[in-house]
């Protein structure tokens, strides 16, 4: 059966070939030589033989995926994106302070960064270096604008905005800037749909159900030396390193979600890996926004250099018509593009399992209906 496609922002659409393997295992779990475990996964102890298993291939794979260096630590963590703007400064901003008032800037190029910039505020000193507010989130400041402090211990950005758009194409280098912060990037809504250039990143997190799978998993990406830096008052439970002492296993970690992303590691694998993805991913995006500026009828307010491949905004000119297209995408098999309450107007989120045939459909569907409707 051809299923609708999806354009979720997140919870988004994930691979039909894992759904499918998932409900195929879903009452008696068999390992990769085919022994059956007698159990669902859900119903397995996170520290049985079986559960460990699909622990180390999901984290290997994650490892092999996304060129992770081995000086960096994988963490399963649960909270979500909103829990790590708490737990990031709860164990960065002392870095360089000890555990006295430390301090972390950030770079506002949306909703996303905002939030993160308003909740470290509970923990340390928080400050802006630079926002692209005052232009509605439509651009990224230039790097060579952005107001870094001496003493803050990271500098904190989201690398790709799921609400408004924005994505850094490339991570800036805080060396050449001049600071000794390191970089904290928030890759929720579009890990794994690129490289990531370690070289530039203290530690990256995300949420899993934008791009990696289902949500209740938290993914951190911390280089080790910056473990063992929390604040006193840092939840245990939240403490890196405790996590990463104790494998993401110093509390019952979110087994059926680390299963399932571990079987969306393995579909990534045989899409050809992450640059492969990328690959896709620029192909999917050309070719939306090419009908987005196509002519006067759509339209999308972002900077061209800042665009995001993932999540893609846009309007049409005529608003009157917003209920009528949402209705005539359902009924042409294209779900969930009504935009965020915040920016309105529609969004189609074009993650890894959202195939080119899927942003066609799209494209096929935006030119009849400017047609019909122009
Ligand atoms: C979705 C999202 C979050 C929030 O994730 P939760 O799991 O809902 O806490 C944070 N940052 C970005 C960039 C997101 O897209």
Request: with cysteine.
């Given at each position: 059966?051809?299923?609708p496609?999806?354009?979720?922002?997140?919870?988004?659409?994930?691979?039909a070939?894992?759904?499918?393997?998932?409900?195929?295992?879903?009452?008696?779990?068999?390992?990769?030589?085919?022994?059956?475990?007698?159990?669902?996964?859900?119903?397995?102890?996170?520290?049985?033989?079986?559960?460990?298993?699909?622990?180390?291939?999901?984290?290997?794979?994650?490892?092999?995926?996304l060129?992770?260096?081995?000086?960096?630590?994988?963490?399963?963590?649960?909270?979500?994106?909103?829990?790590e703007?708490?737990?990031?400064?709860?164990?960065?901003s002392?870095?360089?302070?000890?555990?006295?008032?430390g301090?972390?800037?950030?770079?506002?190029?949306?909703?996303?960064?905002?939030?993160?910039?308003?909740?470290a505020?509970?923990?340390?000193?928080?400050?802006?270096?630079?926002?692209?507010?005052?232009?509605?989130?439509?651009?990224?400041?230039?790097?060579?604008?952005?107001?870094?402090r001496?003493?803050?211990?990271?500098?904190?950005?989201?690398?790709?905005?799921?609400?408004?758009?924005?994505?850094?194409?490339?991570?800036?280098?805080?060396?050449?800037l001049?600071s000794?912060?390191?970089?904290?990037?928030?890759?929720?809504?579009?890990?794994?749909?690129?490289?990531?250039?370690?070289?530039?990143?203290?530690?990256?997190?995300?949420?899993?159900?934008k791009?990696?799978?289902?949500?209740?998993?938290?993914?951190?990406?911390?280089?080790?030396?910056?473990?063992?830096?929390?604040?006193?008052?840092?939840?245990?439970?939240?403490?890196?390193?405790?996590v990463?002492?104790?494998?993401?296993?110093?509390?019952?970690?979110?087994?059926?979600?680390?299963?399932?992303?571990?079987?969306v590691?393995?579909?990534?694998?045989?899409?050809?890996g992450?640059?492969a993805?990328?690959?896709?991913?620029?192909?999917?995006?050309?070719?939306?926004?090419?009908?987005?500026?196509?002519?006067?009828?759509?339209?999308?307010?972002v900077?061209?250099?800042?665009?995001?491949?993932?999540n893609?905004?846009?309007?049409?000119?005529?608003?009157?018509?917003?209920?009528?297209?949402?209705?005539?995408?359902?009924?042409?098999?294209?779900?969930?593009?009504?935009?965020h309450?915040?920016?309105?107007?529609?969004?189609?989120?074009?993650?890894?399992?959202?195939?080119?045939?899927?942003?066609?459909?799209?494209?096929?569907?935006?030119q009849?209906?400017?047609?019909?409707?122009?």
């Amino acid at each position: 059966m051809q299923r609708p496609y999806n354009f979720s922002a997140g919870p988004a659409a994930m691979p039909a070939e894992v759904l499918e393997q998932a409900a195929a295992e879903m009452l008696n779990w068999p390992d990769a030589q085919g022994r059956l475990s007698g159990m669902g996964v859900m119903e397995m102890s996170h520290r049985g033989k079986e559960f460990l298993s699909i622990y180390e291939a999901a984290e290997a794979d994650l490892r092999e995926l996304l060129a992770v260096p081995a000086n960096f630590k994988i963490l399963f963590m649960q909270g979500g994106g909103l829990a790590e703007n708490a737990i990031v400064p709860l164990n960065l901003s002392g870095l360089r302070a000890g555990n006295g008032q430390g301090a972390a800037d950030f770079v506002l190029t949306g909703s996303w960064s905002e939030k993160s910039f308003k909740e470290a505020g509970k923990y340390c000193s928080n400050h802006i270096a630079a926002s692209s507010k005052p232009d509605g989130f439509t651009a990224i400041p230039p790097t060579a604008s952005w107001e870094l402090r001496d003493n803050a211990s990271y500098v904190h950005i989201c690398s790709n905005e799921t609400i408004h758009g924005i994505e850094f194409q490339s991570l800036p280098d805080l060396k050449a800037l001049g600071s000794k912060a390191e970089l904290v990037i928030d890759f929720s809504s579009h890990v794994a749909s690129r490289p990531v250039d370690w070289s530039r990143v203290g530690l990256a997190f995300g949420g899993a159900q934008k791009n990696l799978g289902p949500a209740g998993l938290t993914l951190v990406v911390v280089r080790e030396d910056l473990l063992g830096h929390a604040l006193s008052i840092c939840p245990s439970a939240f403490d890196y390193k405790t996590v990463a002492d104790n494998g993401s296993m110093y509390n019952t970690p979110p087994t059926y979600s680390i299963y399932i992303a571990g079987l969306v590691f393995k579909w990534l694998k045989r899409q050809g890996g992450v640059a492969a993805m990328e690959a896709r991913n620029i192909a999917k995006a050309e070719l939306l926004y090419g009908a987005i500026d196509a002519t006067g009828f759509y339209m999308n307010g972002v900077a061209r250099n800042a665009r995001s491949r993932m999540n893609v905004p846009f309007f049409l000119r005529n608003e009157s018509l917003n209920d009528a297209f949402l209705a005539g995408a359902k009924e042409a098999g294209l779900l969930q593009l009504k935009g965020h309450k915040s920016v309105g107007g529609m969004r189609a989120s074009i993650y890894n399992a959202i195939p080119l045939e899927g942003v066609q459909a799209l494209v096929q569907y935006m030119q009849e209906f400017e047609r019909t409707h122009g």
